[in-house]
């Protein structure tokens, strides 16, 4: 996470704020924009997005996995419930790392990120 939030910064990647070592674990200090909810939720409460917010989510998504690239870190677990979105702006947020992996040249030998694809992924909606 280190890698793909330091500076310069990618407005459409969530900013690890601080960290903590502990004993068994690490403690993350992540930004929280607000009002906003993950992409998953604002689908179920608004409908499917209409070809304009599609559009807008989608070029920031590819800035964020750009920038990702750029830092050398796949994602692995791109979805709904991995995207914030502003109520406000309907800027969108990349998070969720815990699946992700340095990128390197040679096969991914196991598999992460989620099994399930929805129908409603499949009709056009988000």
């Known amino acids: 996470m280190i890698r793909v939030t330091s500076a310069p910064a990618c407005p459409s990647v969530l900013q690890l ?5 502990r004993p068994r674990r690490y403690v993350l200090i992540l930004e929280r924009p607000a009002p906003c909810q ?3 939720s604002f689908c179920e409460e608004n409908g499917c997005l209409d070809e ?7 070029v ?4 964020a996995l750009k920038h990702c690239e750029s830092r050398g870190v796949l994602h692995r677990d791109v979805k709904p419930e ?3 979105i502003s109520t406000e702006s309907q800027d969108i947020k990349l998070l969720d790392f815990g ?4 990128l390197k040249r040679s096969a991914y030998k196991y598999f992460a990120g989620g099994f399930v694809l929805q129908k409603e992924t499949l009709c056009g909606c988000l």
């Open 99 to 102: 699946c992700g992996d340095l």
């Open 17 to 21: 704020l601080d960290w903590f070592d």
């Open 60 to 63: 920031q998504l590819i800035a």
């Open 82 to 84: 991995n995207l914030l």
């Open 52 to 58: 304009r917010l599609a559009k807008k989510v989608l």
């Open 38 to 40: 993950d992409l998953q």
